[in-house]
């Protein structure tokens, strides 16, 4: 299971074994959604920032715009916020359709972290049915967690390049689909995408401020796939690409691996060719 639903959470919120995260961030606007969390958040939440916690240091643009953190970082992280392997993690966004919590679940899973969910709807959703809230922020206690990431959920560009030229797998781009024709360019030096690459916009994993149930998001992704044995995902910067895993995964389509420095960190090499148009 990869989401979880607001009455679903409301009714374990006190659970002892619960770890709640409130990942919101905009792009825009690096400072808002930790000020939103110290303003309001759900009942023991910790907060995750994208830039910060979600993301390693820019020690090179191969990398792409938000750097996967090393294990090393990301142990930092979650012994900071007292997370243990046997913790039920769930992780809550609120602006782009859980754009940060998808990244959020992504590391855990990629640390190989057993129960971990998304909040369907975020905290639109918990406002929406009236459950409760606060602005107490919980100092939790450090915690042992060693962390030893699963490779084979990424894919490198070496590895991608010889992958998108086969017919066994599929490159989706999460990118809104003005970027990825390169048609518009507002966050990376060059527009286009990686050539063979298929546009997968995340926000059509929705429907509602929801994402869209097993049954739909399988027949669309299968769709697309066409009877491919491997799903490889991209999109600006490796953020908005972990939408389409979750939403993989809640479809029941484990085969996916990510390109996790996406077109910012492919077109950081000039030799690596660019496409454009749909």
């Known amino acids: 299971m990869s989401l979880i639903s607001a009455p679903a959470l409301s009714g374990k919120l006190f659970a002892p074994n619960l770890k709640i995260l409130d990942a919101r961030f905009l792009l825009a606007d690096a400072a808002?959604?930790?000020?939103?969390?110290?303003?309001?958040?759900?009942?023991?939440?910790?907060y995750m920032d994208l830039n910060a916690d979600l993301s390693g240091p820019k020690?090179?643009?191969?990398?792409?715009?938000?750097?996967?953190?090393?294990?090393?970082?990301?142990?930092t992280v979650l012994e900071r916020l007292g997370i243990r392997p046997e913790h039920e993690v769930v992780i809550y966004d609120?602006?782009?359709?859980?754009?940060?919590?998808?990244?959020?679940?992504?590391?855990?899973v990629l640390a190989g972290h057993e129960n971990v969910t998304v909040l369907n709807g975020g905290m639109n959703a918990w406002l929406a049915l009236d459950?409760?809230?606060?602005?107490?922020?919980?100092?939790?206690?450090?915690?042992?967690?060693?962390?030893?990431?699963?490779?084979q959920r990424l894919i490198a560009e070496d590895e991608l390049k010889v992958?998108?030229?086969?017919?066994?797998?599929?490159?989706?781009?999460?990118?809104?689909?003005?970027?990825?024709?390169?048609?518009?360019?507002?966050?990376?030096r060059k527009a286009g995408h990686i050539p063979g690459a298929v546009n997968r916009p995340y926000g059509l994993n929705?429907?509602?401020?929801?994402?869209?149930?097993?049954?739909?998001l399988c027949s669309e992704?299968?769709?697309?796939?066409?009877?491919?044995?491997?799903?490889?995902?991209?999109?600006?910067?490796?953020?908005?690409?972990?939408?389409n895993a979750?939403?993989?995964?809640?479809?029941?389509?484990?085969?996916?691996?990510?390109?996790?420095?996406?077109?910012?960190?492919?077109?950081?090499?000039?030799?690596?060719?660019?496409?454009?148009g749909g």
């Open 32 to 46: 808002l959604g930790h000020n939103e969390f110290l303003h309001s958040h759900i009942r023991g939440a910790q």
């Open 59 to 75: 020690t090179d643009a191969r990398l792409g715009r938000h750097p996967l953190p090393s294990p090393a970082h990301w142990q």
């Open 94 to 108: 609120q602006a782009d359709g859980a754009m940060a919590a998808a990244r959020a679940w992504f590391l855990f």
């Open 131 to 151: 459950l409760p809230t606060e602005a107490i922020v919980a100092v939790p206690e450090p915690s042992r967690y060693p962390v030893h990431f699963r490779m």
């Open 163 to 188: 992958c998108i030229q086969g017919p066994d797998a599929l490159l989706l781009d999460a990118r809104a689909p003005e970027r990825f024709r390169g048609e518009v360019e507002p966050l990376d």
């Open 206 to 216: 929705l429907e509602n401020g929801l994402f869209k149930t097993p049954d739909v």
């Open 221 to 243: 992704f299968e769709t697309l796939v066409a009877g491919r044995s491997e799903i490889l995902l991209s999109c600006g910067s490796g953020v908005t690409a972990c939408h």
């Open 246 to 276: 979750l939403a993989l995964s809640h479809a029941g389509l484990d085969h996916w691996r990510l390109f996790a420095p996406s077109w910012s960190g492919w077109i950081a090499d000039d030799t690596n060719p660019v496409a454009d």
